[in-house]
């Protein structure tokens, strides 16, 4: 097995066992859920209330620049937009050539399954890249992108974000699963 396999296959176990499964059945109403006040979430349109919205389509992904120093909480559909366009999408596109994506000219999806599509094909491009590398390639920084590090760096980087944004997406499932209207307890 190569070294660009291998670290393929880190992410890959993971998405396979782990993080996919916990995808099945998402559906718009738990896409869109928001926990607390004020989070970020993809909107239709013209109806965000965060200081930038960006995309290009009839969806877009509340932002900011610079971003706040304390965190929002975010939706689902914010977070799966997030792996989708910044954890792979601009890197794909800088690492592997193709189709580059940006946030402020990516359509943003509307419904679950089409963010679940999108995750899908983004996912699939990322994994087919890593797994060309020759050792050659993960030894320098890539030719193109903001990040001057070993490729094989970069790829132990996505690999934790995908990891990181997957257990937030699943806590938030698994929320949003026992909502119950129970008072917590104090301690």
Partial sequence: MTRSERLADQL?????????????????EEYFWEPV?????????????APMSVGSGEWTMDHASPAPESAPVTTIAWRLAH????CLGYRVGWYFGGRGVESETFAYAGTADEALKQLDEMYGRWN?????????????PPAVGPEPYPMENRIL???????????EISLLRDLYRRQDGAVPRRI
Avoid: F
């Fill in 12 to 28: 890959d176990w993971y998405w396979q066992k782990n993080l996919r499964p916990r995808l099945h059945g998402l559906a718009d």
């Fill in 37 to 49: 006040r004020d989070c970020w979430s993809i909107r239709p349109r013209g109806t965000s209330t």
């Fill in 83 to 86: 792996i989708i366009v910044d």
């Fill in 128 to 140: 087919a890249g890593v797994r060309g590398l020759s050792d050659a390639d993960l030894e320098n």
């Fill in 157 to 167: 980087h996505v690999n934790r974000e995908l990891i990181h944004h997957g257990a």
